[in-house]
């Protein structure tokens, strides 16, 4: 880079899906990019995330479904072949290979600069590149944080000599621990419990709440807990973990909870939350804390900055989901295109091109378990807390759906539907069982949508599909 070679419009620090997506937007509308990455061009996400958890997931879903289908079921005869699956999984995240994902960013027009971004006061970026020089990069218009989140680490003796798995190895990994502990019950803890299980490991997962997933519905993390039960994973709730012991380099783990309980196991993997990668990012050289998570209104704009600050995905905390945050990136994008061309920013109007309003109300996510777990919204829970005057609707989908169970023998599956009795609009919406997911955007459409109850009648679900769904929640609603 040379002359003003070094000046940019947007400089994006992380390349995970976020950072890629703001990139692309903010080039097509004419700006100058570049892009930082310290590491793999692509993120967590791409590679020890979301993908090459879905890419180990699938095999063991599928195979747990077939295992539900009387006749089908004599067709699985054998155990999941592990080093299949592991190839899947090296398929999807390209053997860590990032070369296709850095050509992709030079393809859209953006500068990658490989490095260690950090800021050196408003606007400037100084990136310690591999080779250990420092690079310094300005911005005409914006800089925005992307740079994501780390497993968080609980403070516990022992800890050190355990080595424990985390996100990282739960997905990397191509040998199936004996026996695998795992910390943790939420979305990371119960997909990776069941991909492990289903690879042949016997697996603990622990939680110290009173269910797993506990920031959706209960019957959620109970149905999740039943079935992982049935697939031969040992659940334990309200246990804490005291210490880990690992006298051995090579040996096992000894794992003591709480209640006294001693386990031994191989391996033990942390899935206990994230923290956020914003410690060494020269925050405080803007007079914003190091560390901690960025606070954004909703426009994703750093509070306390004057609006040539963003930060996008997992660092905002908004939603640490890959699918929100590239929205968010799509929100602030327009944000910068317009604030480059000199135009005004309207924040004040909720679902408008420069408001990230759904990160409020209606987050979607699906938890790729047996069964599956898929909720946008609000619980019927933070409805109350909220001050809604509410009404819930409860489905049990084995005993009232026919494509339910034409789907899966003794189908197990519940659906619950959140409706704000005062607009008769939806605030949220919950499916846990086999083959749900795919039912999920219909009822984020419907909560975006602000579709009151008499219009949802006329979306007719075709016969005979688990989608009837809708149509017993409406009669549930009429009753
Ligand atoms: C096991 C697991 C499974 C998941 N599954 C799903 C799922 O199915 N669906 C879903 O929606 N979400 C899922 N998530 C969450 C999802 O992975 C995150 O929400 C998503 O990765 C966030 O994207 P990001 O771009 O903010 O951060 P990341 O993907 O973490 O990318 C951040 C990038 O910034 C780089 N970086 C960090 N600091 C610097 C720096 N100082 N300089 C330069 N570069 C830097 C990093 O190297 C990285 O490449 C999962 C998470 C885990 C742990
Ligand atoms: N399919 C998906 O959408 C998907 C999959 C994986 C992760 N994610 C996202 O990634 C983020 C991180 O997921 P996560 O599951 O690591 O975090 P989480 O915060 O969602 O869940 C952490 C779980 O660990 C438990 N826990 C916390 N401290 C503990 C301790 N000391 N001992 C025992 N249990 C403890 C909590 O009770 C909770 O159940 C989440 O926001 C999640 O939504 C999404």
């Not at 490991?201 to 049935?230: H, K, N, Y």
């Not at 060494?280 to 994703?300: F, H, K, Q, R």
């Not at 990136?329 to 109007?349: C, F, K, M």
């Not at 919406?429 to 997911?437: A, Q, R, S």
């Amino acid at each position: 880079m040379a002359g003003n070679a070094h000046e940019f419009d947007v400089i994006v620090i992380g390349s995970g899906p976020i950072g890629q997506t703001l990139a692309d937007k903010v080039r097509a509308g004419g700006l100058t990019v570049a892009v930082v990455e310290r590491e793999l061009v692509g993120g967590e996400c791409s590679y020890w995330a979301c993908i090459p958890s879905k890419a180990m997931l699938r095999p063991v879903i599928a195979v747990t479904e077939a295992q539900h289908v009387d006749g089908a079921r004599a067709a699985v005869t054998g155990p999941i072949d592990a080093d299949g699956v592991f190839a899947r999984r090296d398929r999807y995240v390209t053997s860590l290979d990032d070369t296709g994902q850095a050509n992709w960013v030079k393809s859209i027009g953006a500068t990658l600069v490989r490095g260690h971004g950090r800021l050196e006061g408003p606007r400037r970026v100084a990136v310690t590149t591999p080779d250990d020089e420092v690079v310094v990069l300005t911005a005409r218009h914006a800089v925005a944080i992307c740079t994501g989140s780390l497993a968080a680490m609980p403070d516990v003796p022992g800890i050190a000599e355990a080595r424990p798995w985390t996100n990282r190895r739960g997905t990397d990994s191509s040998s199936v621990p004996a026996r695998l502990a795992i910390v943790g019950g939420g979305p990371v803890g119960v997909e990776l419990a069941t991909a492990w299980n289903g690879l042949g490991s016997a697996v603990i997962l622990l939680d110290r709440e009173q269910r797993l997933l506990p920031r959706m519905e209960p019957f959620a993390g109970e149905l999740v807990a039943e079935g992982l039960t049935e697939a031969g994973v040992t659940v334990r709730t309200e246990v804490t973990l005291e210490s880990l012991r690992r006298p051995v380099a090579d040996g096992p783990v000894t794992v003591t909870l709480d209640d006294g309980s001693k386990h031994e196991v191989d391996e033990v993997l942390f899935a206990i939350g994230r923290t956020p990668l914003t410690g060494d990012i020269g925050l405080e050289t803007v007079d914003l804390p190091a560390g901690s998570w960025l606070d954004v209104d909703d426009t994703c704009r750093v509070r306390g900055t004057d609006g040539w600050l963003f930060a996008l995905g997992d660092v905002n905390h908004r939603a640490l989901l890959t699918h929100q945050g590239k929205y968010q990136a799509r929100i602030a994008a327009q944000v910068i295109l317009d604030q480059a061309a000199g135009e005004s920013v309207d924040e004040a109007t909720p679902w408008g091109v420069h408001v990230a309003s759904a990160d409020r109300s209606a987050v979607p996510q699906v938890v790729f378990t047996s069964p599956e777990a898929a909720a946008v919204g609000r619980t019927a829970e933070e409805a109350v807390a909220e001050g809604y005057r509410c009404k819930v609707v409860d489905v049990d989908l084995g005993a009232k759906v026919a494509g339910a169970n034409l789907y899966a023998d003794g189908y197990r599956g519940q659906a619950r539907m959140v409706v704000d009795e005062d607009t008769r609009c939806l605030l949220g919406v919950t499916f846990v069982g086999p083959g749900v997911t795919e039912l999920l955007h219909s009822a984020t459409i419907a909560i975006v949508g602000q579709i009151p109850i008499e219009r949802l009648w006329h979306a007719v679900p075709s016969f005979p599909t688990i989608s009837e769904t809708w149509l017993r929640l409406l009669e549930g609603y009429q009753n």
